[in-house]
Structure formats: C-alpha cells, structure tokens
C-alpha cells in the first residue's frame, strides 16, 4: 500500500465514521449517544481528552472518536493516534474537515520494515476520505519527503554510505530529470578538498564523493540546498565513545533533508534553478586519516586548521557551500546533524535555525508555526568569531572553550558562504527518540516542512 492510497477523494464510498470532540464538547455531544454506547465510551475512559481513541457501537457495527483540542482547527497530527490504532479500512471525518490533518494520518502509518517482517501487516492501511481534493497531492508529496528523511537516517550505516546517498541522489535526478554530477577520487581531492580529507580514512567501498544535481531554468532565480552526508562518524582520530556512536547512522541526516527538500521542490515545479549538493563521507579511522593539527586546503582557498577531527560535517558543509556560492544564489538552505551543543539548548525537537538575514529567519520561524514544525533561531555572533583564530592557518575548526558550540560552527560555515547571500542554516538532530503521535521513534525530519512553505510563498509555482 503506498502512501498514494492512504489519502483519497470522497466519492461517497462505503466508510466507517470518526467523530472528533474536545474536553470541553465531549458532554454535550455525548447526550446524542444512547445509554450503551455511553456506557461503552466510559468503560473505554474516553472523556475527550487529546489523542484519546474510543470505538462506539452502532447497531451491527461501529463507529469512532478521537479526542482532539479543537475540531474545527485541527493540527497536522490531529488524526495521527486514530491511524495508528484504528482496525485497517476506509474512514471519514463526520463533523470536520481534514485540513493539516492528512498529513498525520499518513506519518502514522510509516513503518521502517527493511530487516524485520511487517508486525502491522495483519491490520491493514487505513484509508482517509477527503472532500478537500487539491490537498490530496501535496498532503502525500509532502509525507512521502517526511518518509524519505525518516528510511534513509534509520538505515544502518553499512547499507546508507556514500554510495547509497549518491544513489538516492540517482533516483531523485532520474526522477525529474535533473542532471547529476558525482565528484570522487583525484578530482574530489583537487575539488573538494575538506570533502576528500574527512572521507579518506574509509575504504573504497565507502570512498567520498560530493553529488550535484541542477534543475529547473537557467533564467530562473537560483535557489541552493546543502545536506551533510556523513553516513557514520566514528569521531576520527578525536575518537568518540562507544556510547557516542550507537547513534551516528544518523549523521547524514543533513544530506536526507536536503534530498527531500530538493524532491519537494522539484515535484511542485517550483520556478527556481535549483543546486543540490550532498557531500557524502564516513569519518573513519585508519594510517591515512586526517589528524588534529593538521592544515587543510579548501575550495574556497582558504586554509583550515583541525582542531578537532571530530568537526568533521562543518568541513565538508564549507566545501559544499563555497561551490554553491560560486552560482551567486538568491539563497542557499543547508542541514547538518552539527553539532550536540543545539541539542544541549533546543532538545531533539527543535532544530536551530541560523540565518545572516532577519527576514529570511522570520519567514521560517512563521512557515514552522503555520505548518506544526517550529524552529528556533540561534544567534550568529560576530564577537565569537575570534574563538576560531588560527596561529598557522586562516581559520580552525574547533574553539577551544566550551561555549556557544552551535553557533560557533554557524560562524564557521559562514566564512565558505559568499558575501551577501541570503542563506539560513539548520542544525538538526534528525532522529526522534521518543515516539509521538504520527511520529514514532527513529528518524526524523525536522525543519523540513518549514523550508518547504517558506520557499513556495518566496518563489512562485510553475
């Protein structure tokens, strides 16, 4: 079943009935019930509370309700509890519209199945009707780009290296086609060269490789997306702990937004000239890996100090955005599972978002608000600049006390991104480690809803 089938137009087809009610309305809408079916409601303790799921009995069959705050306003993940519980089958609204809802009602039903057998399999999809035909399409483009992030972070390292990330990028290019240029070996190493220092230490099967996809009309405004792809990240020679690294499939979380963002504008025919680029590395250790200490040259010509090779996304996301720049975007959005610092202040919940402009910051903080995936800006504090001094190079990779992480590497990044482009930077965490309503635990999109309808109100749809 794929996600087109979850969410379909309401032709009067035979379904089964939700009922949405609120604390507040749940008494008086009780007093339409009969006795039974109250007393089914009780035995259940539904009292309307959020997230609450009650089956009601109805002659010979049934019908439900759900608990949300607001029937008349409802949020993306309204629906998300119903779609996990509900028995498979085809279900309508019957005193609300669907509204953001459908998106939930599909997130829900996401299940990461590669190595195990489907334990859902016996309940079936559960169909949404809908009256509201022109959501239908980009309700199911935009769960669809959620499930995309949430597959490609939840897959082991092993099966998502770079190779794997490029051909993600091969199937999106393929897609809609997009020309697609790969990067590796000698000519990474002349290139890219951050790219091909983080990623050296890997053997060949997980060689590094930086991925440009081009799309969309020269004439059009340039709009450039930057994903970090580090498909593990051992730390380097700054080894992480054991207990650091049962997570770090994850590290290329970046490059999954990104991905997903590029498919999203791609699919609306959005009127850009868009730039993907996903560099794509293991941070590996081995004889030939990059050591702290060293310096190492950059395309933007600039020379980095490693104080730290466990800084490793920032260096390749430096490379990546000098050669976005080179294009002289309108702007450039990029992600990166950066650093643990953004945690520390936001939680998994929250990415931080850093922008050099005001208005560019403000049109995602309303985009998340408006569409039920919040960000939180952090500051770009020019005075912190100094903590990335070098005695022997331009710039290091790492300051040295242990403040204000997040935005330190924001600053760094800054130094790669051209003068006077717009560009807006998320430091996700890309995984979720508490299940939610229509959002288990695992992989994670976060951030990627709002950049989506932030650039549809920027740029106009073709």
């Keep these: 079943m794929t996600k087109a089938e979850l969410i379909q137009p309401d032709r009067g087809q035979d379904a089964l009935a939700i009922h949405l009610v609120s604390e507040n309305s749940f008494a008086e809408w009780s007093k339409s019930l009969g006795a039974g079916q109250r007393a089914a409601l009780a035995a259940q303790k539904f009292d309307g509370g959020g997230y609450q799921v009650g089956i009601v009995p109805d002659g010979d069959g049934w019908f439900a309700v759900g608990g949300v705050a607001n029937p008349q306003a409802l949020s993306s993940w309204c629906l998300a509890k119903l779609a996990e519980v509900l028995p498979g089958g085809t279900y309508r609204l019957a005193n609300a519209a669907t509204g953001p809802a459908l998106l939930g009602w599909q997130t829900a039903q996401y299940r990461f199945t590669k190595y195990r057998k489907e334990d859902d399999k ?6 949404l009707l809908t009256e509201d035909v022109k959501a239908i399409a980009p309700s199911i483009a935009e769960a669809e780009a959620v499930a995309l992030v949430r597959r490609m972070v939840d897959t082991p390292a092993e099966d998502m290296g770079p190779a794997a990330i490029e051909a993600e990028c091969e199937a999106l290019a393929k897609k809609y086609h997009a020309k697609l240029t790969v990067t590796k070996g000698e000519t990474l190493e002349r290139e890219y060269p951050m790219v091909h220092a983080v990623g050296r230490a890997a053997d060949r099967k997980h060689a590094p490789r930086i991925m440009h996809l081009t799309w969309g009309k020269e004439k059009d405004p340039v709009l450039a997306i930057v994903g970090k792809g580090v498909a593990f990240d051992s730390g380097g020679l700054d080894i992480k702990p054991a207990s650091g690294m049962l997570l770090m499939k994850k590290d290329m979380g970046g490059a999954a937004h990104a991905i997903a963002l590029a498919g999203l504008v791609m699919g609306a025919g959005l009127k850009v000239r868009l730039h993907l680029l996903v560099p794509a ?16 040259q950059t395309r933007k010509g600039l020379t980095v100090e490693i104080g730290n090779t466990d800084a490793e996304g920032r260096l390749i996301l430096g490379d990546a955005l000098a050669r976005a720049s080179e294009e002289k975007p309108e702007l450039i959005i990029d992600f990166a599972t950066l650093t643990g610092a953004a945690r520390v202040a936001l939680g998994p919940d929250l990415p931080g978002l850093m922008a050099r402009r005001d208005e560019t910051a403000e049109a995602l903080i309303a985009a998340g608000k408006a569409c039920d995936d919040e960000v939180w800006r952090l500051p770009l504090p020019k005075a912190y600049a100094e903590w990335l001094k070098s005695d022997i190079a331009d710039i290091n990779n790492s300051h040295a006390n242990a403040f204000a992480g997040a935005s330190v590497a924001g600053l760094f990044l800054d130094r790669f991104v051209g003068e006077d482009i717009d560009w807006a930077h998320f430091d996700t965490f890309a995984w979720r480690p508490f299940a939610k309503p229509g959002r288990p635990k695992g992989g994670e999109a976060y951030g990627l809803r709002a950049s989506w309808r932030m650039l549809q109100e920027r740029f106009t749809a073709g």
């Design 281 to 296: 590395v293991e941070n590996a250790i081995s004889g030939n890996a990059f050591r702290p200490g060293d310096v190492l």
């Design 122 to 127: 016996a309940q079936g999809p559960r169909i």
